[in-house]
C-alpha cells in the first residue's frame, strides 16, 4: 500500500531489555506510513460508533481509520454498516458532516446515488456507460464490521481474529461493564480536542500517576482504592479499581459533581485501552468512549464521546451531563492536565536515548503478564505488541 521505507538503524533495532522503549519511536516522522501499513490498515479492531450515536435510519457518523474517510450509516432494515467515505464511481467523498441523517447520499461530482444500504440506486446518463456497467457492481465498498455491546468496529484486513478473540475475555467483562452492562446507551454529546503530540504519546498512560500530575485529586479528596491491572499480549489495558470520595470538599462550593451515586457494575473506576488508540472510561457515573484520531507522525484529535444509560431517571441524567461536562473530560477538573504532559512528553523525546520504565519490572529481560494495579510495567506489552506489528528487530541481551 506504501512505497519501502527506510528507516534509521536506532529505530529498527530495539533494546535488548523489554523495559526500554526507544524515544526515536515518538518522534521519527517515517514510522507514519509504516504504521499506516502494519496497524491501523493491517490486522485490528477500531471502534467506530456506538448505536446510541446513530439511532434512528438515515443517522450516520463520519470517521477516519488512519487516513482513510469512512462513516457508520444506519440503514432502514436496521442494521448498521461501515463504509469507505468514497463514490463508487470517482472516488469523491460522500460525507463532509460528522454526523447528520440522510435519507440517501449523493455524490455532488456526477450526482452518481446511493441507498442508506449502500446500493447505487441512482446515475445520470447510464445508458452511456461501459458495456460492463451495472448498478449493482457500483454499491459503496463495505468494511468488515463486528459489534459487542453495540459498539461497532471495523478492520481492513480478512486476516484479523474475530472481535471477541482478539478482545479476549479478560477485557470483554470490564469492557462491557463500560458499555452499559446490557442496559441500552443514550448519546450525551462530544467534547473534541487536539493534543499536539505523537499518537503514541497520548495513549502511554498508565496507572502510576504522581499526585503532583494531577492537583485536584488532592483537593478534591479523591482516594483510589484496591483494585487490578489486566494486560493482555495483543496490547489491551484495562483498570478496575475502587474510588472513595469524602462527603464535604473544601475546595467546591457545590460538590455534587463529584457524588458517586453508584452501581452494582462498577467500584468507582473502571479504564480500558484497547490497542491502538481507543479509551474507554467509567468514573463514577460518566461513561465515556474516546475515539482518537491519528494526524500523521505529529497531533492526535480525541472525540470524547458521553454517554447515559437509557433506563436513567432525569435526576441521575442531569448528574451524569454535569460530571461529564466538568470532572473527566478535557477541561475537566480532573484530566485537566493531560495535554500539557502529553506535550511535554513529546518534547522530552526529541533527545537521545530510550525511556525506561521501572515500577513493576521484575525481569528486564522477559515480559511479565503479571502485574500489580499501578505497575507502569503494564504498558510493556503494548509495546511488544507495537515492535511486532512494526517488525522492528530486537537486539541480542
Known amino acids: 500500500m506504501t512505497a519501502t521505507i527506510s528507516l534509521p538503524d536506532t529505530v529498527m533495532e530495539w533494546p535488548a531489555k523489554y523495559n526500554e522503549i526507544p524515544k526515536a519511536v515518538f518522534e521519527e516522522p517515517s514510522l507514519w506510513r509504516l504504521e499506516l501499513e502494519n496497524i491501523f490498515y493491517g490486522e485490528e479492531w477500531h471502534p467506530i460508533a456506538h448505536r446510541a450515536e446513530i439511532p434512528n435510519p438515515g443517522d450516520y457518523k463520519a470517521a477516519f481509520i488512519g487516513e482513510m474517510p469512512i ?14 467515505n468514497a463514490c463508487a464511481h470517482r472516488g469523491a467523498t460522500l460525507v463532509t458532516d460528522s454526523a ?9 461530482y456526477h450526482r452518481w446515488l446511493f441507498s442508506r444500504e449502500g446500493s447505487l440506486v441512482g446515475c445520470p446518463n447510464s445508458h452511456e456507460f461501459s458495456p460492463s456497467f451495472s ?8 468494511l468488515r464490521t463486528e459489534s459487542f455491546s453495540e459498539l461497532y468496529f471495523v478492520t481492513m484486513s480478512d486476516k484479523t481474529p474475530d472481535l471477541r478473540t482478539y478482545m479476549t475475555e479478560a477485557v470483554a467483562d470490564p469492557l462491557g461493564r463500560v458499555l452499559g452492562n446490557g442496559h441500552g446507551l443514550k448519546l450525551l454529546g462530544y467534547q473534541k480536542v487536539y493534543y499536539d503530540c505523537n499518537w503514541k504519546a497520548y495513549v502511554d498512560n498508565d496507572g502510576y500517576h504522581a499526585p503532583l500530575l494531577h492537583l485536584a485529586f488532592k483537593l478534591l479528596g479523591w482516594q483510589g482504592g484496591h483494585g487490578e491491572q489486566i494486560i493482555t499480549q495483543n496490547g489491551h489495558i484495562a483498570f478496575d479499581s475502587e474510588l472513595s470520595i469524602p462527603k464535604k470538599i473544601d475546595a467546591l462550593q457545590d460538590s455534587s459533581i463529584v457524588q458517586f451515586l453508584g452501581d452494582p457494575d462498577s467500584k468507582g473506576s473502571i479504564v480500558v485501552s484497547t490497542f491502538p488508540i481507543t479509551v474507554f472510561t467509567k468514573h463514577m457515573d460518566m461513561l465515556n468512549i474516546r475515539y482518537a484520531f491519528p494526524k500523521g507522525p505529529r497531533g492526535v484529535e480525541v472525540h470524547y464521546a458521553y454517554f447515559a444509560r437509557d433506563d436513567d431517571s ?4 442531569a448528574h451524569r451531563t454535569r460530571q461529564c461536562s466538568n470532572l473527566l473530560g ?3 477538573l480532573i484530566s485537566l492536565e493531560d ?3 502529553f506535550t511535554r512528553i513529546d518534547l522530552g523525546n526529541r533527545s537521545p536515548g530510550n525511556a525506561i520504565f521501572q515500577k513493576g519490572v521484575v525481569d528486564e529481560y522477559r515480559l511479565d503478564l503479571k502485574v500489580k494495579q499501578n505497575d507502569e510495567s503494564g504498558n510493556l506489552p503494548r509495546w511488544e505488541h507495537y515492535r511486532k506489528r512494526m517488525g522492528f528487530r530486537r537486539a541480542s541481551a
Open 71 to 84: 462513516f457508520a450509516v444506519h440503514g432502514d432494515d436496521g442494521k448498521i454498516r461501515v463504509f469507505h
Open 100 to 108: 447528520g441523517n440522510k435519507a440517501d447520499f449523493e455524490c455532488p
Open 135 to 142: 448498478k449493482e457492481k457500483f454499491g459503496l465498498k463495505e
Open 314 to 317: 432525569p435526576e441521575l441524567l
Open 330 to 332: 478535557p477541561s475537566g
Open 339 to 341: 495535554a500539557a504532559i
